[in-house]
């Protein structure tokens, strides 16, 4: 009997499962269909967003140097050069600076900024995959009450890093960045107001000397140069 039972009471979860992803599948392809019906099309409005709007905003990346040595020293002051949409308490700050790469993985770049610590305190993300919403939060440029949901806002920012990745990131990639290359960025980046109350950026998590270690401030590219001493070079 309670075998019995047991084996219902699973098939019953089966299928609340099955027909709850039924449900949410069809709800989203019923919001594509939607917006397709009034000509909403996320991919164009973040290629338009990228192409034509965004330029105006990066005059006012802050400098990658001061901006990290607030994140470290003075949070308070730090809080004022980002950008934050409701009660969050993660902001999105534009960036912009050079640095040497100091050393290389999946996931991007580690990059020494700071003239007086050769260690990094930078991560260039150059994943094959960028997630978050820097880009589009940091530039100020996009109104969240300008759209009927927040799946609406939400893709755009899945397309805005979709372009990240094709005309920023591969292209980068395929100059080969090596350690002890010098680049230059221009990026956004999301940052909690307590990422630095326990570590600084370029401390240490863990009292050891491995890299993955290091609590790196993470930046989305936005552009990305090396420097011309480098360009050729293999």
């Not at 290389?104 to 978050?132: F, H, K, M, N, W």
């Not at 990639?173 to 990026?187: D, K, T, Y």
Request: a negative charge; hydrophobic letters at 45%; charged letters at 25%.
């Amino acid at each position: 009997m309670k075998r019995r039972y047991l084996i219902h009471l699973i098939g019953c979860a089966a299928l609340v499962l099955v027909l709850g992803s039924s449900v949410e599948f069809r709800r989203l392809e019923d919001k594509r269909a939607e917006e397709r019906a009034e000509g909403f099309q996320p991919a164009e409005y973040a290629r338009d967003f990228w192409d034509n709007r965004l330029d105006a905003a990066l005059g006012g990346a802050v400098a990658a140097e001061e901006l990290i040595g607030l994140f470290n020293t003075n949070m308070e002051a730090a809080v004022r050069k980002g950008r934050i949409l409701g009660h969050s308490r993660v902001r999105a700050y534009l960036l912009q600076g050079a640095g040497r790469i100091t050393a290389t993985d999946r996931d991007g770049l580690q990059v020494s900024v700071l003239a007086d610590d050769p260690g990094a305190e930078v991560l260039i993300c150059t994943g094959a995959y960028i997630s978050g919403n820097a880009v589009r939060d940091a530039s100020g440029l996009i109104d969240v009450s300008a759209f009927s949901d927040t799946m609406r806002f939400n893709r755009i920012s899945s397309e805005i890093n979709r372009i990240v990745v094709q005309d920023v990131i591969a292209p980068f990639l395929a100059r080969r960045p090596q350690v002890g290359m010098v680049m230059r960025f221009v990026g956004a980046a999301e940052v909690a107001d307590d990422a630095t109350e326990r570590v600084p950026f370029g401390g240490r998590l863990k009292d050891n000397q491995v890299e993955s270690d290091l609590h790196l401030l993470k930046v989305v590219p936005i552009r990305l140069e090396m420097e011309p001493s480098f360009v050729g070079e293999r």
